[in-house]
């Protein structure tokens, strides 16, 4: 199943409304667990502030994240 067909397949769980006026949520849940990552990982460049100490390593060290 290729992302796309995924996506399709999400919005007319989502979007679909039966005769009583709900839409099929469980279903949708189902199929974002099925195929999504148990982890997503973002690889960093090493970035360097202005006293030469590595951003991304301190982060690590200091067990914080950084969210942009």
Known sequence: MD???????LVKLIVT?????S???KAAQQLKQRVMPKS???????RYNEFG???DIENLKN???RMT
Do not use: P
């Open 3 to 9: 992302a796309e067909s995924i996506y399709d397949e």
């Open 17 to 21: 409304v039966d005769d009583l006026g």
């Open 23 to 25: 839409v099929n949520v």
């Open 40 to 46: 997503i990982y973002k690889y960093r460049l090493g």
């Open 53 to 55: 100490s590595c951003w």
């Open 63 to 65: 067990n914080q994240i």
